[in-house]
């Protein structure tokens, strides 16, 4: 029952606690740093559609969809990459329509980090 638990979650914590050996502290503090991370990448990859600038928003997307997978945030990884992806093909138009997504799994996150206390 937990594995479905963790799949709805924003984070599969089993799997970020085995990266981490068990240490639930320093898993919080890292979720912290990440939503931090993902504010100020968030308005790199904002101005980087809006500027038509690629490869500043494969830059911006692939790092948070690289640092979201290192924590188990899966859901958030996923559409990250769907973005990245877009960019990827020059796509920037659909990436910026996909943003919503993205921000919504943020938002997801930052409840999910706050409950953690």
Do not use: W
Request: glycine share 6%; with cysteine.
């Amino acid at each position: 029952m937990t594995e479905s638990r963790d799949q709805q979650r924003p984070v599969n914590e089993d799997e970020a606690l085995e990266r981490l050996n068990g240490d639930r502290e320093f898993l919080n503090e890292l979720l912290s740093d990440f939503i931090q991370m993902v504010d100020e990448e968030m308005e790199s990859l904002l101005n980087a559609l809006r500027g038509n600038d690629t490869s500043a928003a494969v830059v911006s997307s692939h790092g948070m969809k690289g640092a979201a997978a290192n924590l188990s945030a899966n859901a958030f990884a996923e559409e990250a990459r769907r973005i990245e992806m877009l960019c990827r093909e020059s796509r920037l138009e659909e990436a910026q329509e996909n943003l919503q997504g993205l921000q919504a799994r943020l938002e997801e996150l930052r409840k999910y980090v706050s409950s953690l206390g």
